[in-house]
């Protein structure tokens, strides 16, 4: 089975020589509970990823998002455009 995640764009750029890491949760990433931190055109606090958060119940509903999901990988990859 093939399982695509969608990752949404960012512009990081890895220097040469510098290597870059991926890791796939099942929730967002939450760097510090509480950091103060805000956009003004947001209304999110900035915790680690950015003003977009996923736990909305009507985007999520727990009848569909509340269980688990195990992983199982082999033969995996990431594909990167390279911007020169």
Known sequence: MTLDVEL?????VVPAGHRL???VRGRDYEWQKSTGARLSNFKNE?????PFLHDDPRDRP???FAGRTTLHL???YL???VIP
């Open 8 to 12: 949404w764009p960012t512009s990081i």
């Open 21 to 23: 890491a991926l890791s």
């Open 46 to 50: 900035l915790r680690g990823c950015g």
């Open 62 to 64: 727990a009848a569909i």
């Open 74 to 76: 082999s033969d995996s």
């Open 79 to 81: 594909l990167l455009p």
